[in-house]
RNA sequence: GGUCCUGUAGCUCAGCUGGAUAGAGCAGCUCACUUCUAAUGAGCAGGCCCCAGGUUCGAAUCCUGGCGGGAUCACCA
């Protein structure tokens, strides 16, 4: 039984025995003791003043007493109003050390046998990577983690939005204006290439529109009609049009697999939207039969959500072709045929809230195995100091460009310092890369997804303060005295040791990391995780300031405090690990 | 207009399943490197927790109603 668990039944007990009185585990609030206050965990009594009859000090001195009687574990205790704060048997911290430090699986929860798909960033083909793409990526491969660590089994997959008019729209400027030159003949990465002629395209429909405007003539700029004339020949499967429309999609391809790699996200599984967009049709047959769907005087089926407070929606149009409801019931369904999953997480932006809101009342109403275990991770826009991110006035934050700046502030802040020089080359640039890319996740993985979020450049680089280098730097210090220590090793055991206040918090800290885990998973929020981490490091510095290590004269001091500190890198590995953060062994 | 999200220090954010005197970082001002790395630590200053009611022994946290910001209410995806 946990800690937690034992102490909660000893107070379920001592409740009976003084008040007759049977209280549930959940309405025992067990927290942890406020620093200002001594003790390690503290009761709030307040609810038990009615049925007990007494004061609340009184209570909490009752319960204090029955305790320390018999709870060995219950060292002590002292009653502050209505809040009975609990002292644990030191021991107990001194023998958790013991015991975890040596634990490789220490904060992963027991596998649990279920499947979770967690889908993330899902990009167009049009066009590279943003900021906004980065903060869904990060979310996606940190929340698949935390799921994993937490004892799911986890597939990683995207929806690649590959077809459609945006996509023929860049086929269509290169095809006018490209003369035949590539990625590699041009020099620039995939992405950015297919982007630059989505841009083109853009600039000459304008152009044309200008020119019918100036003319006096109304309708759609010529171009406009060639793309969708591509698009119709696309449909058609016009054998030409799919090899260019395959061909700029490799550039594509190519493209964001440099900035995945860049970022250290990989897949298990890659939907293209070009072989599920006609799936969901099957599904609207099946919600017709079944009275689920209904047809409408034009031919074209809804179904009706009223009753559960929202409108009713189209599934199907009149042509008979699909919408995007359409393509979403038949990719979640397929993908259920593919992996039996028992939860399926999306990462979308909170714009699309209400379509998913749609989309699981209608798996619901499906009795989708899988239906309960549906959840949008929504996040927030990403804004700049500046306002809104905007394609049009050019703001918009490349992702490729992003990475390159925060590693390239990285690089240049640690030339300053100098303590670098004994690395070579290779090192120190993976160094940086670390150092920058950690700055970049924690920036942006340490906010609550569901806010919007303001996202300063000069910011996110910095490495002072609630920082990923900051929380490195203790992971680092911490490595440099390892290495140090084991220059001369010696044997001690610190079975008696007496801590100091910092290594009592710390332990406790580190006790709660498990916890924090489960928390993450079941809210689906790696910011909780960034929270833990910060906290951690702050007082390892902090205790790494007041203590020496090596120093003591003491073994036993210096045993205890070397396996806590090492037991402090593993969870803030660990935890880092958890957002995609790479931790670097020097800085 | 309906629905959903959001509002905490000058700025960026924690805390929100009700608990003790609301916390960090940045920016500003002090102080501490002959040290296991100062990418650090200690301190000062900074608050009608948007407003008004309600529930409660207790509200930043829950409820109601406002106000400000955002999203959405497409046969785009």
């Known amino acids: 039984m946990g800690l937690i668990a034992q102490l909660q039944s000893g107070i379920q007990n001592a409740l009976e025995a003084l008040y007759q009185l049977d209280a549930s585990a959940s309405q025992l609030v067990l927290s942890?003791?406020?620093?200002?206050?001594?003790?390690?965990?503290?009761?709030?009594?307040?609810?038990?003043?009615k049925a007990a009859k007494k004061k609340p000090e009184d209570i909490a001195n009752d319960i204090g007493n029955h305790l320390k009687s018999n709870e060995s574990l219950v060292k002590d205790f002292n009653v502050i109003k209505g809040f009975l704060n609990l002292e644990i048997d030191p021991s107990y911290?001194?023998?958790?050390?013991?015991q975890e430090s040596t634990n490789k699986s220490f904060g992963h929860l027991e596998k649990?046998?279920?499947?979770?798909?967690?889908?993330?960033?899902?990009?167009?083909t049009n066009k590279p990577l943003h900021l906004g793409h980065i903060r869904n990526i990060l979310l996606g491969w940190s929340c698949a983690k935390i799921l994993d660590q937490a004892g799911y089994e986890v597939i990683k997959t995207q929806i690649i939005n590959d077809r459609g008019i945006h996509i023929c729209k860049s086929m269509v400027a290169w095809m006018e204006t490209g003369e035949g030159s590539t990625p590699e003949s041009s020099g620039l990465k995939g992405d950015h290439f297919v982007?630059?002629?989505?841009?083109?395209?853009?600039?000459?429909?304008?152009?044309?529109?200008?020119?019918?405007t100036a003319a006096g003539e109304e309708g759609d700029a010529p171009i406009l009609k060639k793309a969708r004339a591509l698009l119709k020949k696309w449909e058609d499967q016009d054998p030409e049009v799919r090899a260019i429309w395959e061909k700029m999609n490799g550039w594509v391809y190519d493209g964001f697999d440099q900035t995945f790699d860049a970022l250290g996200v990989s897949?298990?599984?890659?939907?293209?939207?070009?072989?599920?967009?006609?799936?969901?049709?099957?599904?609207?047959?099946?919600?017709?039969?079944?009275?689920?769907?209904?047809?409408?005087?034009?031919?074209?089926?809804?179904?009706?959500?009223?009753?559960?407070?929202?409108?009713?929606?189209?599934?199907?149009?009149?042509?008979?072709?699909?919408v995007y409801m359409t393509q979403d019931i038949g990719t979640a369904q397929s993908r259920y045929e593919d992996y039996k999953m028992d939860k399926l997480v999306y990462v979308v932006g909170d714009e699309q809230n209400y379509h998913f809101k749609v989309l699981f009342e209608i798996m619901k109403r499906?009795?989708?195995?899988?239906?309960?275990?549906?959840?949008?991770?929504?996040?927030?826009?990403?804004?700049?100091?500046?306002?809104?991110?905007?394609?049009?006035?050019?703001?918009?934050?490349?992702?490729?460009?992003?990475?390159?700046?925060?590693?390239?502030?990285?690089?240049?802040?640690?030339?300053?310092?100098?303590?670098?020089?004994?690395?070579?080359?290779?090192?120190?640039?993976?160094?940086?890369?670390?150092?920058?890319?950690g700055a970049l996740k924690y920036f942006i993985l340490k906010v609550n997804p569901k806010k919007r979020m303001t996202f300063d450049p000069k910011e996110s680089v910095d490495l002072h303060g609630n920082t990923g280098p900051y929380i490195q730097n203790a992971y680092v210090r911490i490595k440099s005295v390892l290495r140090?220590?084991?220059?001369?090793?010696?044997?001690?055991?610190?079975?008696?040791?007496?801590?100091?206040?910092?290594?009592?918090?710390?332990?406790?800290?580190?006790?709660?990391?498990?916890?924090?885990v489960k928390g993450a998973a079941e809210a689906y929020d790696p910011s909780s995780v960034a929270n833990y981490c910060y906290e951690l490091a702050k007082n390892y510095h902090r205790f790494y300031h007041d203590h020496s290590i090596l120093k003591v004269e003491e073994a036993v001091t210096k045993k205890f405090r070397l396996t806590l500190s090492e037991m402090v890198a593993y969870v803030l590995a660990s935890g880092m690990n958890l957002l995609g953060v790479e931790m670097p062994e020097k800085m």
């Open 32 to 49: 942890p003791t406020r620093k200002e206050f001594s003790g390690d965990f503290t009761l709030v009594v307040f609810p038990f003043t």
């Open 93 to 98: 911290w001194v023998e958790f050390l013991k």
């Open 112 to 124: 649990n046998g279920q499947k979770v798909m967690v889908e993330f960033c899902s990009p167009n």
């Open 195 to 212: 982007g630059k002629y989505y841009v083109a395209y853009n600039t000459l429909e304008r152009a044309e529109k200008d020119k019918m």
């Open 267 to 322: 897949f298990d599984k890659l939907y293209y939207e070009s072989d599920t967009y006609l799936l969901g049709k099957k599904y609207v047959d099946q919600g017709l039969e079944s009275g689920l769907f209904f047809k409408k005087e034009d031919g074209s089926v809804w179904i009706d959500l009223e009753d559960a407070g929202m409108d009713q929606k189209i599934v199907l149009r009149a042509d008979g072709t699909s």
């Open 366 to 437: 499906f009795k989708a195995n899988y239906s309960d275990g549906l959840f949008h991770l929504s996040y927030g826009m990403v804004d700049l100091p500046t306002g809104k991110m905007k394609s049009r006035e050019g703001t918009v934050v490349d992702a490729d460009d992003l990475i390159k700046d925060v590693i390239r502030e990285a690089t240049s802040n640690a030339n300053e310092r100098g303590t670098l020089v004994e690395a070579n080359d290779a090192e120190q640039s993976d160094i940086f890369r670390r150092i920058g890319l």
């Open 484 to 516: 140090k220590a084991a220059e001369s090793p010696f044997e001690a055991s610190f079975d008696n040791y007496k801590m100091e206040a910092l290594e009592l918090e710390l332990l406790k800290q580190l006790f709660q990391f498990p916890e924090v």
